[in-house]
């Protein structure tokens, strides 16, 4: 089973910057995401990217968010910009791998504050 490890979380003012970063025990993966999930409402998707480095995005996250991904370094990133107290939420890093079972990290709190 491959262990994702998050880190950069934490507390951060409307308007700041937070980097998140995630690093994969092993694996080949296709495609690695990270997604969040608020108090009381269901995880969701804020951007992918595959081994091409082809990235998507939830929308409201568009212009604000940048992922990045180290293939030979097995990590994947997620810069946050311009954030907004609706983007508090744990953050999870989740890596698809080309063969095998999905990974999830074990999440990582980011708290917007005004």
């Known amino acids: 089973q491959v262990q994702l490890v998050e880190s950069g979380g934490g507390l951060v003012q409307v308007g700041g910057s937070l980097r998140l970063s995630c690093a994969a025990s092993?694996?080949?993966?296709?495609?690695m995401s990270w997604h969040r999930q608020a108090p009381g409402k269901q995880r969701e998707l804020v951007a992918s990217i595959t081994r091409n480095l082809t990235a998507t995005y939830k929308e409201s996250v568009k212009g604000r968010f940048t992922i990045s991904r180290d293939i030979p370094k097995n990590t994947v990133a997620l810069h946050m910009q311009n954030v907004k107290v609706e983007d508090t939420a744990i953050y999870y890093c989740r890596a698809t791998p080309l063969f095998g079972a999905i990974s999830w990290g074990q999440g990582i709190q980011v708290t917007v504050s005004s």
């Open positions: 092993g694996g080949i993966h296709k495609t």
